[in-house]
T-cell receptor
Framework: KAGVTQTPRYLIKTRGQQVTLSCSPI?????VSWYQQTPGQGLQFLFE???????NKGNFPGRFSGRQFSNSRSEMNVSTLELGDSALYLC???????????????FGSGTRLTVV | SQQGEEDPQALSIQEGENATMNCSYK?????LQWYRQNSGRGLVHLIL?????REKHSGRLRVTLDTSKKSSSLLITASRAADTASYFC?????????FGPGTRLSVLP
């Protein structure tokens, strides 16, 4: 069973640009969540998508957006990049069971975004 | 704000020793999970303990949960160099998991 795949692994962008990150969840998982990880703030929840609908949203500005496609793949977009957006962006898919292994997050390896 | 807070922030031990990490949280939870993250990689789910459980084991891992104190501990016995990683507790708030800042564990050979 393939894991969660995030692309690209590394990305360097300039301030003011926009970026799109991609996440393919585990087959059969319909929930995809995104987290931002920085040394100063730790793991911060961005949003969760379930069956193409945003179900939950963290406390991030509107520059951060996402979507989910009918095959459960998800994309995250950050517009007008700022230096502070430099972070590891992690995607996690979640099964709908009540016990492992179909419960709990399975994380991808992340996309390391550097804004210069 | 973060729900869980791990303690200590960093821990260095010798191979073969036991490592204990603690997690405190603020509100009631459905369950608590522990994850491990190797440097710059994604998090790996280690173990889940439900709010009505007090202790759980998985291999060299032992997790306890005290809901009256709103705290949990993760014990890794007979540590190995490969256990070097950051460990996070996560609480299930119903719609998303909230992670603590993590404990950085270094196991020295």
């Amino acid at each position: 069973k393939a894991g969660v795949t995030q692309t690209p692994r590394y990305l360097i962008k300039t301030r003011g640009q926009q970026v799109t990150l991609s996440c393919s969840p585990i087959s059969g998982h319909r929930s995809v969540s995104w987290y931002q990880q920085t040394p100063g703030q730790g793991l911060q929840f961005l949003f969760e998508y379930f069956s193409e609908t945003q179900r939950n949203k963290g406390n991030f500005p509107g520059r951060f957006s996402g979507r989910q496609f009918s095959n459960s793949r998800s994309e995250m977009n950050v517009s007008t990049l700022e230096l502070g957006d430099s972070a590891l962006y992690l995607c996690a898919s979640r099964g709908m069971g009540t016990a492992p292994p179909n419960y709990g997050y399975t994380f991808g390896s992340g996309t390391r975004l550097t804004v210069v | 704000s973060q729900q869980g807070e791990e303690d200590p922030q960093a821990l260095s031990i010798q191979e073969g020793e036991n490592a204990t990490m603690n997690c405190s949280y603020k509100t009631s939870i459905n369950n608590l999970q522990w994850y491990r993250q190797n440097s710059g990689r994604g998090l790996v789910h280690l173990i889940l303990i439900r709010s009505n459980e007090r202790e759980k084991h998985s291999g060299r891992l032992r997790v306890t949960l005290d809901t009256s104190k709103k705290s949990s501990s993760l014990l890794i016995t007979a540590s190995r160099a490969a256990d070097t990683a950051s460990y996070f507790c996560a609480t299930d708030r119903g719609q998303n998991f909230v992670f603590g800042p993590g404990t950085r564990l270094s196991v020295l050979p």
